[in-house]
């Protein structure tokens, strides 16, 4: 089973708005991170939270953790063309820390 | 260049035909893992590794062997390529498990086989 649910699954937005994503995830997390994946390309990481933290910024990126409700939200402020990707999140569980799993990702479209 | 590499970036089998992915990564990386990516399916994990010499099997694991006898390499061995494994495959690796890296990717293998 895949954790880690994207939503919306796309999203598009003009040049300068603010994009937000949202995780929701299913059992206890060790942490939970976010990647980008250009169209062909391989995944970027981007930010990382843990799950005693509720909240991280990465340049125009703030990402937020709520363990009661088993989600998360990525916001990408002042976005530009450039930012148009898939991103994904993906959840590291606390009963194994070796396994990352994501989910089917949201893919946004910056228009110019 | 530091980072995940790949080969080949490219890969058209005929069914039952077998083939090895190459990963190898130069950041002393601990743990090396291979995903799948399908449309509409996200990544699926295949195999892990956590060191040299120590592999596990992941979701989606039936049809694909793995070794680790170095930390640099992770190769992923496709026994009898049948189409449903049709895919783009990515490695990926991480250093200090438990301590929340992020993980680095490789740039992909794209796999077809007819």
């Known amino acids: 089973s895949q954790q880690g649910e994207e939503d919306p699954q796309a999203l598009s937005i003009q040049e300068g708005e603010n994009a937000t994503m949202n995780c929701s995830y299913k059992?206890?997390?060790?942490?939970l991170q976010w990647y980008r994946q250009n169209s062909g390309r391989g995944l970027v990481h981007l930010i990382l939270?843990?799950?005693?933290?509720r909240e991280k910024h990465s340049g125009r990126l703030r990402v937020t953790l709520d363990t009661s409700k088993k989600s998360s939200s990525l916001l990408i402020t002042a976005s530009r063309a450039a930012d148009t990707a898939s991103y994904f999140c993906?959840?590291?569980?606390?009963?194994?820390?070796?396994?990352?799993?994501f989910g089917k990702g949201t893919l946004l479209t910056v228009n110019p | 260049n530091a980072g995940v590499t790949q080969t080949p970036k490219f890969q058209v089998l005929k069914t039952g035909q077998s083939m090895t992915l190459q990963c190898a990564q130069d950041m002393n990386h601990e743990y090396m893992s291979w995903y799948r990516q399908d449309p509409g399916m996200g990544l699926r994990l295949i195999h892990y590794s956590v060191g040299a010499g120590i592999t596990d099997q992941g979701e989606v694991p039936n049809g694909y062997n793995v070794s680790r006898s170095t930390t640099e390499d992770f190769p992923l061995r496709l026994l009898s390529a049948a189409p449903s494994q049709t895919s783009v495959y990515f490695c990926?690796?991480?250093?200090?498990?438990?301590?929340?890296?992020?993980?680095?990717f490789g740039s992909g293998t794209r796999l077809t086989v007819v």
């Open positions: 059992t206890s997390i060790n942490n």
């Open positions: 939270i843990r799950s005693n933290e």
């Open positions: 993906a959840k590291r569980s606390g009963g194994s820390n070796y396994k990352l799993t």
């Open positions: 990926a690796s991480s250093y200090r498990i438990g301590q929340g890296d992020g993980y680095t």
